[in-house]
């Protein structure tokens, strides 16, 4: 008896997941098995504006094009502006003193190995339209609503 119930549960999701499968909404604009003409590449958004960061602990975005910077074993680009070095000389934030610490919490000379490859963290945007309707709210925006 327990077996056909169950056997007949997983039935009907099936059945459901099925139908609901046909309708499933998407921002392709087209159906599924249609193949669209890609969209143009964007634009890198460069315009050096330092963004609003969406949550706590978030790491910033790059305000700036990085498509010909070389990051890699022997150089990395990012450091010729962002160092504690370098950064009064050319305006830019220098990135954070977790960059200089090891995972120990020892404090280092140079940036760590650990934080050296800054787009594993870091990203470009682009400046397009989003697809979808975002409404997220900030922790700070609750609070100051709830506050009135």
Not at 17 to 35: C, F, H, K, M, Y
Not at 58 to 73: E, G, R
Not at 113 to 132: A, G, I, K, M, S
């Amino acid at each position: 008896m327990k077996v056909s119930m169950v056997t007949t549960v997983i039935l009907a999701l099936g059945i459901a997941a099925g139908s609901l499968a046909q309708n499933i909404a998407t921002t392709r604009n087209a159906p599924l098995d249609v193949e669209l003409k890609p969209a143009e590449m964007a634009r890198v958004d460069n315009s050096d504006v330092k963004r609003k960061r969406a949550y706590p602990m978030q790491p910033p975005t790059i305000p700036h094009k990085v498509d010909q910077y070389q990051v890699d074993l022997n150089a990395n680009k990012c450091m010729s502006c962002h160092s504690r070095r370098r950064s009064q000389d050319s305006q830019a934030p220098m990135v954070s003193v977790t960059h200089y610490q090891d995972r120990d919490g020892n404090f280092l000379a140079d940036i760590s190995t650990r934080r050296y490859f800054c787009q594993q963290c870091h990203v470009t945007q682009d400046d397009v339209e989003p697809l979808l309707a975002n409404e997220f709210v900030d922790i700070d925006e609750i609070l100051r609503r709830d506050s009135e």
